[in-house]
């Protein structure tokens, strides 16, 4: 998928991106302001999240459960120092879970993510148009 959007597209795009995805950990490339944090929630709304879904900026992960009991996490690691915070809240066994993980500043924990993982591509076109790029 390579395309640009709009907001009003994004319910649109949160559903292509679930039907379409090889892997259920999806990482999040982009500047600050791009609008990660607002298409992770619209890929909440989609699996049924009915949660408040906010980033974890400084709890690093966010649990949010479905209507039918499955769970999402969503994982924000802009702020972290090193790689051994991550190990500290478990992310392999999140990543290892089978749950959909949503990541946030995946760069920032290289080492870690699993080969697998469908990146996400976000870029800022003008005010109203963003570009997504999916690697799977």
Known sequence: MNKNYSLQDLPKIASEIISSAKNKTLLFYGQMGVGKT???K????SLGVLDNISSPTFS?????????NDKVYHF???????????????IEDYFDS??????????????LLPLDAVEIHLSLLDDEQRNIQLKQ
């Open 42 to 45: 619209e890929l909440c709304k």
């Open 60 to 68: 690093l992960v966010n649990e949010y459960q479905t209507a039918n």
């Open 98 to 111: 089978k749950n959909w993980c949503f990541v946030e500043w995946p760069e920032n924990i290289e080492n």
């Open 76 to 90: 924000d690691f802009y702020r972290i120092e090193d790689e051994e915070e991550a190990y500290d809240i478990g």
């Open 38 to 40: 607002t298409l992770i």
